[in-house]
């Protein structure tokens, strides 16, 4: 691997210990927790703050509660986003999100002395993976000036409402419209992540250009039957509510099976009144499908939603169908993924292209500007679990394509 002349050989060493610092900023138990607009997230935010001003950048949070540090450039000049997630999982890992927060701005230090052609903002977003609101990507939605306020109405389970906690956090909900950014100002926005999957470890590379991000949709069914004795109800006179999630999933399960470039998944179940001795009598669970095809994705939810329907009716469960969200697949801007295989290659890295089947704050920036991704392998291809890893050497190798690429980029 080439060396940038910029770049200390240890940025790599250097970014794994703020990821290290940071990850404590957590609600406690395996892993890290930090949802948004939290005491953990205003303590990430204070470590975040500091790293920015290292770097010369001028911090601010913006309506939407996003924290951003500027690099400014000459009057007029084009601005270049770059971010990630702060937020986790429950119980996730310390590199998903904060890693693409954390290394642009260790790498724009680096460049402290120089003058880009652009202007640089990090984002550091409050919200990508909606664990605390039913909603999530209220940040990149703000910029892009396709926020539905009607979210900010939505609360969390202890009846917190968003408005509320931005407010309290020093956002400003009613600023949130006036946030969106004009896309003519904007060379584009990039982010980096961990590839949170298996690929580039089997091809033993350490970094990989996003091609397009997967479309998801997300269904929420609640099927009701007859809550009643387990010992006493003889098995042709059950409405087993829970006989039909199970047989649901396994429908979901098979369908996607059977389909290529589509996954499926059946989780977040919750019965009533769950109980050993007693048949559940209300089964409510969460569908999520994702597909790198729009067509193949919305074809799978209309026929699996309709064997739902079937598997109900022939077991005389009540059952209603909620499709609660749904998200575009996102093509990757060519010029972007010139742009950073022209530094990979610069650094002695190839240039391999691969599929996200993650969504990320990418995915509604496409709405925005532009957007490109790079990955970054990831042990095991394990993510959103307290053991997911990366490496010193491959977080430098990810440095070297930034610095590559920032110092490259065309902004005409
Ligand atoms: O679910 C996702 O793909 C993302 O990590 N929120
Ligand atoms: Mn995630
Ligand atoms: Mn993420």
Known sequence: MLMSPTLPADTGLTLMQRLDEIAQFSEGGPGVTRRPFTEEHRRANKMITAWMQRAGLEVHIDAAGTLVGRKAAAPGAKTLLIGS?????RQGGRYDGIFGIALPILVLESLRERTLPYAVEVLAFADEEGVRFPT???????????????NLLKTDKDGVSLAAALSGFGGDPD??????????DLLGYLEMHIEQGPVLESLG??????????????????L???????????????????????????????????????????????????????????ATFSIELRASEDSIREAAGAVISDAVET???????????????????????????????????????????????????????????PVAMLFTRCRD?????????????????????????LQTLDPD
């Open 381 to 405: 291809g394990l993510s959103h679990h307290p053991d997911e890893a990366i490496t010193a050497e491959d977080a430098q190798a990810s440095a070297e394509c930034l610095a590559g690429f």
């Open 224 to 282: 009701t039957g007859q809550a009643a004795h387990a010992g006493t109800t003889p098995m042709d006179l059950r409405r087993d509510a829970f006989a039909g999630a199970a047989e649901a999933a396994l429908e979901v399960e098979s369908y996607c099976r059977a389909t290529d470039g589509l996954v499926g998944i059946v989780a977040s179940v919750s019965l009533l009144p769950n109980v050993p001795n007693a048949i559940p009598g209300q």
């Open 136 to 150: 999530a990507l209220m940040g990149p939605r703000a910029l892009a000036g396709t926020f539905d306020s009607a």
């Open 311 to 369: 598997i109900s009716a022939r077991r005389g469960l009540e059952c209603r169908l909620t499709r609660t969200y749904a998200q575009n697949a996102v093509p990757c801007d060519p010029g972007l993924r010139g742009a950073l295989a022209r530094s990979l290659i610069q650094s002695g890295c190839c240039p391999h292209r691969l599929m996200s089947g993650a969504t990320h704050d990418a995915s509604a920036m496409a709405d925005l500007c």
């Open 205 to 222: 590379l350490p970094v990989g250009i996003v091609t397009a991000i997967c479309g998801i949709e997300r269904w929420t069914v609640e």
């Open 85 to 89: 997630h702060q937020d986790t999982i």
């Open 175 to 184: 600023g949130i419209a006036a946030a969106r950014r004009d896309p003519d």
